[in-house]
């Protein structure tokens, strides 16, 4: 496979297939994104809920169809079918089983999963109950089949942000945070909806020293972004892509006259001082308008720049992706090597919400180990 002679040592490039062995971290990722078809389908028909495809290879393509329309209606209409399937304790724990161990397949070793407790009620669930059936999910579809782990899944409670229970999810999150929740998050349209709305929710969280992300400039530019930081104290930021409007980059032109230097204004340039994690979707981005195309994404200007980037999959089904998927895109894209690839993954670690110690352990104890391996089979 590989010349490991030294003579004609051509570095080759990571291919889909290595880079789902390589010991993976996901920070940002939807449980209501991410249902197979097929699951969707068994629910639905036990809750009577009527769906576009009863087949599931037609379900993936509607949703990743509906996705890419540049519609926002058909793009909600999504959720609509996935949350609609969602009621019950039964069908959470399931979801949230399947979620986990499709993570686990895909060499993820450590993923946040977020998802909104107060979507989940219609059945007559609570909110402690929803949480607890999602606890339970993660627990049994984390367990391999020796009962050792083969993943460790972080929950993480979101506050719809047009609506006003930002506190009590807080809390509820807060309430957890023993058992399984590792920090609290905002979600939803951005435009109209600022997440100093929810100061009250982000100021309990930091006097509880609780750890919290905020999707922000994604659809919506620096303001958002500065609110997000400045206002409310976040510890990441939920895609954070509009950062790029902070940058500007001289042309280098084709007489040569410009040098393609980076110049960061200010609110760039707290973010990458004060290492703030980016929590970056390229596929999702690309569907939202968020950014022109992989190849043009702000990922490849912000890595360069060593912003601390992560990659994520932000909703799997909607997308049609995995981690590794975003990983072989940004291969093709931007020629990334194992190197990089390490890079963006410890970078996800080190942003986690776990405790810093057991960051650690992962670090060193796997996913350095993991590319070592990969590195020097390639
Ligand atoms: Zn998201």
């Not at 999910?137 to 047009?162: E, N, Y």
């Not at 895109?329 to 057991?358: C, H, R």
Request: proline residues 4%; glycine residues 10%; hydrophobic residues 40%.
């Amino acid at each position: 496979m590989s010349d490991r002679s030294g003579v004609g040592n051509v570095s080759r490039l990571p291919s889909l297939q290595e880079i789902r062995k390589a010991p993976k971290v996901l920070l940002h990722d939807h449980l209501d994104g991410g249902l197979r078809t097929a699951t969707i389908i068994d629910l639905a028909r036990e809750r009577g809920h009527v769906l576009p495809s009863g087949d599931p290879d037609n379900l993936a393509d509607w949703f990743r169809d509906a996705s890419d329309s540049g519609s926002l209606d058909r793009y909600l209409e999504t959720f609509a079918h996935t949350v609609g399937v969602m009621q019950s304790r039964e069908a959470l724990i399931r979801v949230a089983a399947e979620c986990a161990q499709d993570l686990a397949d895909d060499g993820v070793v450590y993923a946040e999963v977020r998802f909104a407790p107060e979507q989940h009620s219609e059945g007559g669930l609570t909110l402690d109950e929803v949480v607890e059936a999602v606890l339970e999910g993660f627990r049994q579809g984390s367990a391999g089949p020796d009962g050792r782990p083969r993943i460790r899944v972080g929950t993480l409670l979101t506050a719809m942000r047009h609506q006003a229970r930002s506190r009590e999810i807080a809390e509820l999150a807060v309430r957890y945070r023993d058992v399984g929740v590792v920090g609290f998050d905002i979600a939803g349209a951005e435009a109209g909806y600022p997440p100093t709305r929810h100061l009250d929710a982000f100021e309990y969280l930091q006097r509880e020293n609780a750890h919290f992300t905020i999707h922000a400039g994604e659809a919506f530019g620096l303001p958002s972004i500065w609110q997000a930081i400045q206002w409310c104290g976040a510890d990441r930021l939920g895609h954070g892509v509009r950062i790029i409007d902070d940058i500007t980059v001289s042309d280098i032109g084709p007489d040569g006259a410009g040098d393609g230097e980076a110049k960061l204004g200010r609110l760039a340039a707290y973010v990458r001082d004060k290492r703030i994690p980016l929590e970056m979707c390229p596929t999702s981005n690309v569907q939202t308008g968020a950014a022109p195309s992989i190849a043009e994404h702000p990922i490849g200007l912000l890595r360069r720049l060593y912003f601390r980037v992560t990659v994520n999959t932000d909703n799997r089904l909607m997308s049609g992706t995995s981690l590794s998927l975003e990983f072989a895109k940004l291969v093709e894209a931007f020629g990334y090597d194992w190197d990089d690839l390490q890079w963006f993954t410890v970078n996800a670690m080190k942003s986690a919400f776990i405790p810093f110690d057991e960051r650690l352990a992962l670090i060193n104890g796997v996913i350095k180990p993991g590319f070592a391996h990969l590195k020097w089979q390639a």
